[in-house]
């Protein structure tokens, strides 16, 4: 099993900025890829960014050219820098992560969530 845990969420005025960490553990060693979702109230869970080991990223249009997935320098985590943000954008922020080869919205784990509040 893996486990994840999301830190970093709060409350921020629009057009400030954010940075997510989420921290695996477990069996690290079967992890593929790691990304981030988002959940605002009534609304359908959003896939927002994916990164692989090997380095690969993919974003959804909505985010591109605001958030940034990459590797942290603590061991097995990933962050979301999250800047320009918009009240639109506030949401329960989770983090997720695959074991399969390939560059997709990873589904297999995921952590418990973290709360993003962007005021106007």
């Known amino acids: 099993q893996v486990q994840l845990v999301e830190s970093g969420g709060g409350l921020v005025q629009a057009g400030g900025s954010l940075r997510l960490s989420c921290a695996a553990s477990?069996?690290?060693?079967?992890?593929?890829?790691m990304g981030w979702y988002r959940q605002a109230p009534g609304k359908q869970r959003e896939f927002l960014a994916v990164f692989t080991k090997g380095g690969s990223t993919m974003y959804a249009d909505s985010v591109k050219g605001r958030f940034t997935i990459g590797r942290d320098n603590a061991p097995n985590t990933v962050y979301l820098q999250m800047n320009s943000l918009k009240p639109e954008d506030t949401a329960v922020y989770y983090c997720?992560?695959?074991?399969?080869?390939?560059?997709?919205?990873?589904?297999?784990?995921w952590g418990q969530g973290t709360q993003v509040t962007v005021s106007s």
């Open positions: 997720a992560a695959d074991s399969a080869y390939g560059l997709g919205p990873p589904d297999d784990y």
């Open positions: 477990g069996r690290i060693f079967s992890i593929y890829a």
